[in-house]
């Protein structure tokens, strides 16, 4: 089993900073993308930022040019960095790592954007 234990979620306001982070601890052996997720209320959970073991990022649109995920393949941590925030990303966000066909969660971290 992987254990993933988020942590910085806050309440910032419009237009400020936080930092997320994430470290998987058990069977981490075999860990390859790890990436961060959001559900906000009344909403689908959906793909904020991947990192994956070459390095490599991918973002959603809408955090682009925002937020930039960042992670040690060694440690198996990520981190989102999210800077410029709007009240439309408040949501609860969860720390995902992929191990062959299966998927880990963490138990999610609130963020609160108020305007």
């Known amino acids: 089993q992987v254990q993933l234990v988020e942590s910085g979620g806050g309440l910032v306001q419009t237009g400020g900073s936080l930092r997320l982070s994430c470290a998987a601890s058990?069977?981490?052996?075999?860990?390859?993308?790890m990436g961060w997720y959001r559900q906000a209320p009344g909403k689908q959970r959906e793909l904020v930022a991947v990192?994956?073991?070459?390095?490599?990022?991918n973002y959603a649109d809408s955090v682009k040019g925002r937020f930039t995920i960042s992670g040690d393949n060694a440690k198996k941590t990520v981190y989102l960095q999210m800077n410029s925030l709007k009240p439309e990303d408040t949501a609860v966000y969860y720390c995902?790592?992929?191990?062959?066909?299966?998927?880990?969660w963490g138990q999610g971290t609130q963020v609160t954007v108020s305007s």
């Open positions: 995902k790592a992929d191990r062959g066909a299966r998927n880990f």
């Open positions: 058990g069977s981490i052996f075999g860990i390859s993308n």
């Open positions: 990192f994956t073991s070459a390095g490599l990022t």
